[in-house]
């Protein structure tokens, strides 16, 4: 059971624990409380439960935990750097200045990376033995790489074509950023810098579905989201088990969705003093 | 209560001098009765269950669930079974196994159907937390391969077979009981198939001395017995 003042205390690894619920111990209390002769769920296979529980556990991510990871990394020469293993989908990629603050980067909206394909002198595509084009070097490559910013092309026409772009409407604001910019090709998983990013440190934060990154033993969830997963389990297994009444699926259904809202809402974090520190500027005076 | 049972049968038979049963005949009867009573444990288990969530069945006295809950679970049995080149070698008495554990963790039974899509599984596959186990013939394995320790298996064990031992006695008359025989095995339901047990035994005496009426009479107990049951 629970552990003494002593015991919490002089391990490190206690600390702050009892914010979360192991997500074994969630399947093991699936099983206990929701699965039974006498129950609506009389008998599931484990594997099945353990399933949606991850699929839970990966919803819970993407949606309501706000649980975003941030990873440092250096850039080299080749400006491009791998994207972290448990990444899920981008947040923000910004570079550290010198005195530890974050500078946000924008996306590269106008670059692509292209797969080349090898053509003859008659522009026909070449194959190998198996009938696999074969690919050559993008040239949007070789030219990006041709690119130096920081140096003398700062002057060059394209350049300036790209500071002057949107110029007869205004500031087009979507790419304006003294930050640098970034583009990411997902298939490849790697993220890709502008010139002036060379040598930085740049922090990518993103979100990831929580189970990569630990063991099986070690996924864990918030107790504000433990109703949540419970509810959710036993909706996707009452979804997909037949002879279960209409009726009691969307009962379930409801149970889930409300149960979803409930933990939203908790996980929100708002608090009454945020909300009055906030409000403390609102009779200020605007010169 | 193998004692009862055979003097309760050969009462009935004798009664109009209808036929004897040898006692080699009587163990053979009653071994067939106690598998038979066995047997039915199952069906009426998931019969008294359906009637038990239609709220057709009270608590305490009148939960009969529960009672046949009781009469099987003395067939459990919990068995520690080391791993012999890479395989968990079947208890010879098991009749059907109800539980299979690891370190503590429960191991999930894998059917040969869905072996191949959950080892390929890569969010519930069988792993060191959740560990998986296959049926194979006369022997289990697990999944992940990794784990090579003992199981503790939880099985229903197959009844022994009943029998009634005795001596003859010296003047030639019937034999006499003898419990303390090394190979004596008494009839491992509980007493409160006594009644079941002899006309059981008798439906099969019936056919043996070629007198249907006991086989009729039997059937007859055995169904106004069934019958106050669905009531």
């Known amino acids: 059971m629970g552990l003494t003042d ?6 490190s690894s206690n600390w702050g624990s009892h914010q979360f619920v192991k997500l074994s111990d969630i399947i093991n209390n699936f099983y206990a409380f929701y699965v039974g002769d006498d129950k609506i769920i009389n008998d599931i296979s484990r594997y099945d439960v ?6 839970g556990l990966q919803e819970l991510h993407y949606d309501a935990l706000n649980d975003i990871r941030a990873l440092e990394l250096e850039v080299g020469d080749d400006l491009q750097t791998e994207l972290p293993k448990d990444f899920v989908r981008l947040v923000k990629v910004s570079w550290v200045d010198e ?8 996306s590269d909206k106008n670059t692509r990376t292209a797969d080349a394909y090898l053509q003859d002198d008659n522009f026909d595509i070449i194959f190998d033995d198996q009938g696999t084009a074969i690919n050559g070097t993008s040239i949007i490559d070789t030219r990006l790489s041709g690119v130096n910013d920081q140096e003398g092309d700062a002057n060059d026409y394209l350049n300036k074509a790209d500071e002057f772009f949107g110029g007869r409407y205004g500031l087009d604001t979507s790419s304006s950023n003294a930050n640098g910019k970034y583009n990411i090709d997902k298939n490849s998983g790697y993220i890709r810098f502008s010139s002036s990013i060379n040598a930085r440190t740049v922090v990518v934060e993103y979100v990831t579905d929580g189970l990569d990154n630990l063991t099986e033993a070690e996924l864990q969830v918030n107790k504000l989201a433990e109703d949540f997963l419970y509810k959710y389990i036993a909706n996707q297994v009452i979804q997909y088990k037949h002879n279960i009444q209409e009726y009691i699926v969307r009962r379930f259904k409801n149970e889930s969705f409300a149960a979803m809202k409930n933990m939203k809402i908790r996980m929100m974090d708002i608090h009454p003093l945020d909300l009055t520190q906030a409000l403390k500027g609102r009779n200020k005076w605007i010169k | 209560m193998i004692n009862h049972v055979r003097k309760t049968v050969l009462t009935v038979l004798n009664k109009e001098n209808r036929g004897f049963l040898t ?3 009587f163990n053979s009867y009653a071994k067939h009765a106690q598998l038979i009573l066995f047997e039915q444990y199952f069906s009426e288990y998931a019969r008294l269950n359906t009637l038990k969530n239609a709220k057709r069945l009270t608590k305490d006295h009148g939960d009969k669930l529960s009672v046949v809950r009781a009469a099987m679970n003395r067939f459990n049995k919990v068995s520690t079974i080391s791993q012999v080149g890479g395989y968990y070698i079947k208890p010879s008495d098991m009749y059907h196994h109800l539980n299979v554990s690891y370190s503590g963790k429960e191991v999930e039974y894998i059917s040969p159907s869905r072996q191949t899509y959950l ?13 998986g186990y296959c049926d194979e013939n006369d022997y289990f394995y697990l999944k992940p391969s990794t784990l090579t320790g003992d199981i503790k298996l939880i099985y229903l064990k197959t009844p022994k077979d009943p029998k009634w031992t005795y001596n003859m006695s010296l003047s030639g008359e019937d034999p006499l009981f003898n419990p303390s025989a090394s190979d004596y095995q008494d009839f491992e339901l509980g007493p409160e198939e006594q009644t079941s047990l002899v006309i059981e035994i008798l439906k099969l005496a019936g056919v043996t001395i070629r007198e249907p009426q006991i086989t009729q009479i039997a059937a007859q107990a055995d169904a106004v017995e069934t019958q106050k049951e669905n009531v």
């Open chain 1, 6 to 11: 002593k015991q919490y205390y002089d391990n």
């Open chain 1, 50 to 55: 353990v399933f949606h529980a991850k699929r």
């Open chain 1, 99 to 106: 005195r530890g603050r974050l500078r946000p980067m924008i």
């Open chain 2, 23 to 25: 006692p080699d005949q």
């Open chain 2, 119 to 131: 080892t390929l599984s890569n969010m519930s596959g069988p792993s060191e937390l959740y560990p």
